[in-house]
């Protein structure tokens, strides 16, 4: 390869996998996941295949046996949890416990088997990560995150995957990841600043908007803040009611207390009543009843106190008034339409975390690689991948399902096409080389472990 970069490239259809995907589901269905094994190396082939360096694809070598053998026993597992579970909640916890201890030994498997399965060029790939070392990362530093409250988070992804890349082989020569901790806080640390605002926010606008309703209380008629009838010992008259705010009584209690009230006065002569308001109350009393008759001609007296506690309830909240403008300009279409934007921008919002994380630690990963003579090069952005997780999700969604292998394509296409390698290195050479280093060495790299264990 020649001084300078090439380009990871990724060749595959989405009409082409499709017939191999719904045959995997159909097939793993009718077999009762049995067949799923089978799916597995037909997927990872496919896209191995259509993986490309210089032209070159990669190759996946597993046996479904193994697959399948490595499932039997994550199926025997669970239903051994879920019975000691049923029957006894100590032992459901110590097997949970042992199954903890188990992961550095279910991961370095897992990387093993997948690593010796995978190739180019004919050569194998490879893993020597020890079960030491998995337990200190998977383990101790998982302990370490939960003991700093998580602000050990960084410094644990750094060494998860120091420990992954620089523990993987091509032939004879390693992977080396020279990411340092403090480029993993510089990203995790946006990550904690975004939900921090959030946080801050929560309690901030709910704060502010209880300070300017008691603050414009002030401001309101009378008849508002008065928004439910209490009749006092002397019976004080229509509008002679306690002081409250439509906060603390509205909507059924409101028209609780005004039943209440109108109980013990009914009795009360029309004359009597009026004659005990002041001119102010007189005033708002005929002001009532006029509105009433008004809305008693127009045909809706039932409703008229409804609207107006509604209509006093309303002034209260913007985002209602907004919808309720919206669906009475341009009908309830346009209300469906205002909630899917809305929706949409909420996903927007949490697939930006996971964008802005995986787009960041992949260039961090990638741009730190190195083995040999040969270096990376990554260059994903948190906006296509927003952009991507939008559309992927509206067409799972769409489609019930029918879309992933479209889905999956695209993904796998827009990783290949921000990733290149770059160095002076004549692959031919380069391969050939490690293929007569790993002969010498009597090293058997196509011998495999006998039980898939990991869960890709």
């Not at 719904?22 to 799916?39: K, P, Q």
């Not at 053998?69 to 416990?97: D, E, N, T």
């Not at 002030?218 to 009749?231: L, R, V």
Request: aromatic share 14%; glycine share 6%.
């Amino acid at each position: 390869m020649s001084n300078g970069q090439t380009p990871v490239e990724f060749t595959g259809k989405a009409g082409e996998y499709f017939g191999i995907w719904i045959v995997n589901l159909l097939l793993s269905i009718i077999t009762l996941g049995v067949y799923s094994a089978w799916a597995k190396v037909r997927r990872k082939k496919y896209f191995y295949n259509n993986t490309l360096i210089d032209g070159v694809g990669f190759d996946y070598h597993a046996r479904p046996i193994a697959i399948l053998k490595g499932r039997i026993i994550a199926f025997v597992l669970f239903v051994l949890y879920s019975v000691l579970s049923g029957f006894s909640p100590i032992l459901g916890a110590l097997l949970a416990l042992v199954l903890f201890l188990a992961i550095p030994w279910i991961v370095v498997r897992g990387m093993t088997f997948n690593a010796r399965n995978s190739s180019h060029r004919g050569l194998r790939f490879d893993f020597d990560g020890k079960y030491g070392q998995a337990a200190l990362v998977f383990i101790g530093y998982t302990l370490l995150s939960i003991i700093t409250l998580g602000l050990a988070i960084p410094f644990v992804s750094q060494r998860t995957h120091k420990f992954i890349v620089s523990h993987h082989k091509f032939g004879t020569s390693h992977f080396k990841m020279g990411a340092l901790v403090k480029d993993f806080y510089k990203i995790y640390l946006i990550i904690f600043f975004i939900p921090l605002l959030g946080i801050l926010a929560a309690v901030a606008i709910p704060a502010y908007q209880q300070y300017k309703t008691k603050v414009t209380s002030f401001h309101e008629p009378q008849y508002i803040k008065q928004a439910a009838t209490h009749a006092s010992d002397d019976m004080g008259g229509f509008i002679k009611v306690a002081d409250v705010t439509t906060e603390e009584v509205a909507g059924d209690e409101a028209l609780a207390a005004a039943q209440e009230y109108l109980a013990e006065t009914e009795e009360m002569s029309e004359e009597d009543y009026l004659s005990s308001l002041t001119p102010e109350e007189r005033a708002e009393y005929d002001a009532q009843i006029k509105a009433y008759e008004d809305g008693l001609a127009a045909g809706n007296a039932e409703d008229f106190y409804d609207e107006k506690v509604d209509s006093t309830l309303k002034k209260k909240d913007p985002l209602a008034k907004a919808f309720d403008d919206i669906s009475a300009t341009w009908g309830m279409v346009a209300a469906i339409f205002a909630g899917i934007l809305v929706m949409l921008l909420y996903l927007a919002f949490i697939f930006s975390f996971s964008a802005y994380m995986k787009s960041r630690i992949q260039n961090l990963v990638w741009n730190n690689t190195t083995i040999d003579q040969v270096s990376f090069f990554s260059n994903q952005r948190m906006r296509d991948l927003v952009l991507l997780y939008l559309t992927n999700a509206i067409a799972l969604i769409f489609t019930i399902g029918l879309a992933t292998p479209w889905v999956q394509i695209r993904m796998a296409r827009y990783r290949a096409e921000h990733l290149a390698l770059s160095g002076e290195t004549d692959w031919d050479k380069f391969v050939g080389e490690k293929k007569e280093a790993s002969k010498a060495m009597g090293e058997e790299i196509a011998e495999m472990f006998d039980v898939d264990l990991s869960f890709g």
